[in-house]
């Protein structure tokens, strides 16, 4: 299969939580380690799940549906022609709304199903946003990212979250490479997600062997550990 390289990169508590909020205004002096982190990879895209997309960017903004006046194909959209780095949300119902197609200069790609309306595929176009499908009821991830290279030429990918994404996409054998920040931070917190979530819902595969590439301790008391996948 020929399909984007897969770098995780996350931040995580030393007991492997992940969710910012639970931190109150301790995540602040880390998120800039967060982004440097990320700069330092030559990647042309970054994808988070839905609910991150939500939470962190597009802050709740419900989509305006207008009836569409007639089917749409279920293929390929591209809203920016150019575009050359991207925003990828897996959003497999079609819940996002958009304000413009494009998050500080990367152009935004929707994971759809199929069961999508033909009325939020009409929204994303008229929004200039991008789609594509990448499964009938579920996403499947391989078949996503087959089409993030060949539709939209992705050879470098960021995972950035939520754990239940990374779950799936580990579970798919599908991430190459992890970067971890591990915060100073001991959450507790019960039920939260950590890095890797496996839905209950998907049948959990084995454990993900991990190659140690990279230890670094940076500024704040953040350690920064880089793994490849064994295969
Ligand atoms: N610490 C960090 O570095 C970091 C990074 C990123 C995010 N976060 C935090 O993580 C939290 C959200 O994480 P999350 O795990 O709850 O949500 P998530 O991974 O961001 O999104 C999960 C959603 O993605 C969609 N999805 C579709 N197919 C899926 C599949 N096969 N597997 C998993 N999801 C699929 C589903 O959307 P539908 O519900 O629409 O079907 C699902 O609810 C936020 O609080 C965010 O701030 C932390």
Redesign the pocket.
Known sequence: MKRPYVICH???TVDGK????NWGDSYKRFGSL?EQCHDSFDSQAWM?????ME??FTEGLQPTLIQAPKPIDRIPFKGDEQASSFAIA????G?LGWESNEIEGDHVIELLTEPVSDDYLQYLQQQGVSYLFAGKD??DFGKALEQLQEVFGIKTLML??????NG?LLNDGLIDELSLLILPLADGTPDA?TTF?V?KHLTKNGVTELKLTGVEQLAQDVLWLKYTTKR
């Open positions: 996350m931040a995580s992940i969710i910012v909020d967060y988070v799940g839905r609910v991150t939470k962190d897996v959003d497999p119902r819940k579920s996403i950035e979250g939520g754990g239940h994404i799936s997600p979530e839905s």
